[in-house]
């Protein structure tokens, strides 16, 4: 769920917040009912604070029923939140046969987002139906009541960036790593072409202290290359096996690309990382990177970002 340390007490929050909406004093001035939602952030990082926001438009004597649901970053099902003050994927109104009366905007709840949070996009769904009316039966919802509202959640200190559709990335600005052969990843929003990605991503590195700087990337035949530039010898390129500095892999959901970095060596001049040395890495996403929906990711570079080795 949303916050796993933190259910109960978020579903209390949500259903008590309900409770103070429908029972709040009217607002004079609205006709048709309807309900408005709003969040303080569009985006939050880890340690932000987030806070919905909602109100009821108009009054009516007519008896409604109130849906409120949740849906989840890379997940189809859709969680309601019921009359038994539970969250389930059975289609189920939360409030059934109340006459709606115009409340202003309320605060309903606020969360700070910790490290246990599912990182993505949350979507915030509510709507009001004719009593007894199914949710998705056509001309079940009252006109103008059905509202969205989304906002991006990323566990780094990292903006979301929706252009390229990148939630987040490690390294970060300071990271310190203990390993020598540490993973970085890139996270994205919604599924990759795998392919297409592993051949259009660059990195590279460069030593902070040596002055060394080598990148890998894929050609048009897809062969591998590494291009080294040494001080005092210039800068030379030279075919790689794949695996011999990065190794690619992928979660499930084909949502995250991780690479391992591990030493190459280019004309018998070896490029690894070495404890206690601080470097930069660049990623650069080139034309042909494709979602898996066929839509191109657009051209990006994030870096350089600097780490070190412990």
């Known amino acids: 769920m949303l916050f796993p340390d933190s259910n109960k007490k978020f579903i209390c929050l949500v259903v008590f917040s309900l409770l103070v909406l429908f029972n709040a004093l009217p607002v004079q001035g609205f006709a048709q009912p309807g309900i408005q939602v709003e969040l303080s952030k569009d985006s939050v990082q880890k340690g932000d604070q987030i806070i919905l926001r909602a109100g009821i438009t108009g009054s009516w004597d007519q008896e409604v029923d109130v849906y409120l649901a949740l849906l989840f970053p890379l997940d189809p099902t859709i969680y309601y939140l019921g009359p038994d003050l539970q969250f389930t994927t059975v289609k189920v109104a939360m409030v059934n046969a109340w006459k709606p009366i115009a409340i202003a905007n309320i605060d309903l709840f606020s969360h700070t987002f910790t490290q246990n949070g599912v990182e993505g996009e949350y979507n915030w769904c509510g709507a009001l139906t004719y009593a007894g009316k199914d949710l998705f039966e056509t001309g079940s919802i009252l006109p103008g009541s059905l509202v969205v509202t989304s906002f991006t959640f990323s566990k780094s200190n990292a903006a979301y960036d929706s252009n390229t559709g990148i939630i987040t990335w490690v390294p970060q600005d300071g990271d310190i790593f203990n390993t020598a052969e540490p993973e970085f990843f890139l996270q994205f929003s919604k599924p990759v072409n795998k392919e297409s990605v592993k051949k259009n991503v660059e990195v590279t590195l460069k030593s902070l202290s040596s002055g060394k700087i080598v990148s890998v990337s894929s050609d048009e035949n897809n062969e591998w290359w590494a291009t080294a530039t040494i001080p005092a ?78």
Do not use: H, R
Not at 247 to 267: A, C, G, P, R
Not at 290 to 301: Q, R
């Open 233 to 310: 010898l210039g800068t030379i390129s030279q075919k790689i096996n794949e695996n011999e500095f990065i190794l690619q892999t992928w979660v499930e959901n084909d949502t995250k690309i991780t690479f391992q970095i591990k030493s190459v060596t280019v004309y018998g001049q070896t490029f690894s990382l070495n404890q206690g040395a601080s470097y930069e890495v660049t990623f650069q996403l080139k034309k042909g990177a494709l979602f898996a929906d066929g839509v191109e990711i657009p051209e990006k570079t994030l870096g350089p970002i600097i780490f070190s080795i412990k």
